[in-house]
């Protein structure tokens, strides 16, 4: 099982940006996924969950500007992020816990997200 993680970029405060992850491979499902960040001097932090029936979790400071959603069928989950700010700049991570058959913990390769002001 491989995540694949895209959609950073850079953008100016207030904009919007689109992350994905993608698992692929076979014989497996997804359980919870969150999307993490990390800041350069800072810990990784998580943004936003969400669980296998759909409930979701979200960082205070991003509460009301990301959306965190999947796609069962596809095997995508998906961060709306908009209203930007600088403070959002990092390196963000997906992390999904997958049973295929064993449970266990993947991330997926970091995805560059830069917000000038």
């Known amino acids: 099982v491989q995540l694949q993680a895209s959609g950073g970029g850079l953008v100016r405060a207030g904009g919007s940006l689109r992350l994905s992850c993608a698992a692929s491979?076979?014989?497996?499902?997804?359980?919870?996924v969150g999307w993490y960040r990390q800041a350069p001097g800072k810990q990784r932090e998580l943004v936003a969950a969400?669980?296998?029936?759909?409930?979701?979790n979200y960082a205070h400071s991003v509460k009301g500007r990301f959306t965190i959603s999947r796609d069962n069928a596809k095997k995508t989950v998906d961060l709306q992020m908009n209203s930007l700010e600088p403070e959002d700049t990092a390196v963000y991570y997906c992390?999904?816990?997958?049973?295929?058959?064993?449970?266990?913990?993947?991330w997926g390769q970091g995805t560059q997200v830069t917000v000038s002001s």
């Open positions: 491979g076979s014989g497996f499902s997804i359980k919870g």
């Open positions: 992390n999904a816990l997958i049973s295929s058959p064993y449970v266990r913990t993947y």
């Open positions: 969400i669980t296998s029936d759909g409930n979701t």
